[in-house]
């Protein structure tokens, strides 16, 4: 295991966070959680459980602590929406390498402007993982995938993952890798959530409306650089586990704050920059932000 004495410094060990800080733990790597209080207590007195049916059931007594330790190597792994409360704590710790995890496009821009002297890698992951609990994690996807731009094949953050047995791709430019994962992980995410159901059933809900989002979702995406047609689209959706289901999904039906504009958000304000008419992808974000708000609208 690659290991300098640098700590790697996973904020946000929730579901996403939490299985990489196992991971890593399990094979040696130098890495330290980042919680609030309650959570920190709580991972620090029972550990991280996974369950995965490829990883295996294990607990991983990560250690913990409720802020970055500085000139950390990190590994950024909260919501969208939950970055403005994230920086200036993170800053204050004056990390060497943030590779971001987050969902959506527009949190880079935001890293950038924290970070200017900081080597700053916008990385995609692709994986099912649920929190069970404040300590137990459920990886539910036959795959763990992190895609980093070609900048990122030196980076000591992509070596210990690659070697704690995660896949992990480098190649092409940042924003590429970035909306690389948004123009599959926006219907996934919409559909699940819009109909409450896993992405099998959610496909085959309304061929017409699913149709429809994914010609948009492929407009926007070569309007900003990656070039997608809706059949390459609905290739890639047709590839993922069809009881595959979104954390957007389960975040909104459980009440709790989403990822709603770091997705959906973000492709209609896209599409709005280049002049491209989204109406379907429109109609399917307002009902999602009503149900947000607790006020559902009518189909």
């Known amino acids: 295991m690659f290991n300098d004495g640098t700590p790697i410094a996973v904020v946000g060990p929730g579901a996403v966070g939490g299985l990489i800080a196992a991971l890593l733990h399990r094979h040696g790597a130098n890495v330290v959680a980042v919680a609030r209080a309650g959570t920190a207590r709580a991972i620090s007195s029972e ?4 369950h995965s049916a490829l990883l295996g059931d294990w607990t991983a007594h990560v250690p913990v602590q409720e802020s970055v330790p500085a000139g950390a190597r990190v590994i950024l ?3 969208a929406f939950a ?6 704590a993170l800053a204050a710790a004056e990390p060497v390498e943030i590779i971001s995890l987050l969902n959506g496009v527009e949190h880079m821009d935001h890293l950038r402007r924290a970070f200017p002297g900081t080597t700053l890698l916008g990385g995609a992951i692709t994986v099912e993982a649920a929190r069970k609990s404040t300590t137990v994690v459920e990886h539910r996807s036959p795959f763990i995938k992190i895609a980093v731009p070609e900048a990122g094949a030196t980076s000591a953050v992509v070596q210990a993952l690659d070697q704690a047995g995660v896949e992990v791709a480098t190649g092409g430019s940042g924003p590429a890798v970035l909306w690389t994962k948004l123009r599959f992980l926006a219907p996934l995410a919409l559909l699940t959530a819009y109909w409450d159901a896993p992405l099998g059933s959610a496909l085959g809900r309304d061929e017409q409306l699913r149709a429809r989002l994914i010609e948009e979702i492929s407009s926007v995406a070569t309007a900003e650089g990656l070039p997608t047609g809706p059949a390459e689209l609905s290739k890639i959706l047709a590839t ?4 595959m289901r ?4 389960s975040d909104l039906s459980a009440g709790r704050e989403s990822e709603i504009e770091a997705i959906g958000g973000a492709i209609i304000r896209r599409a709005q920059e280049h002049g491209l ?7 399917v974000v307002t009902d999602l932000r009503h149900r947000q708000t607790g006020q559902p609208q009518t189909r």
Not at 240 to 243: D, I, S, T
């Open 77 to 79: 792994a909260v919501k």
């Open 240 to 243: 993922l586990p069809p009881a």
């Open 83 to 88: 970055l403005p409360q994230t920086v200036p």
């Open 277 to 283: 008419p989204v109406p379907t992808t429109i109609k």
């Open 47 to 50: 550990g991280l459980t996974i």
């Open 246 to 249: 979104s954390s957007l999904q």
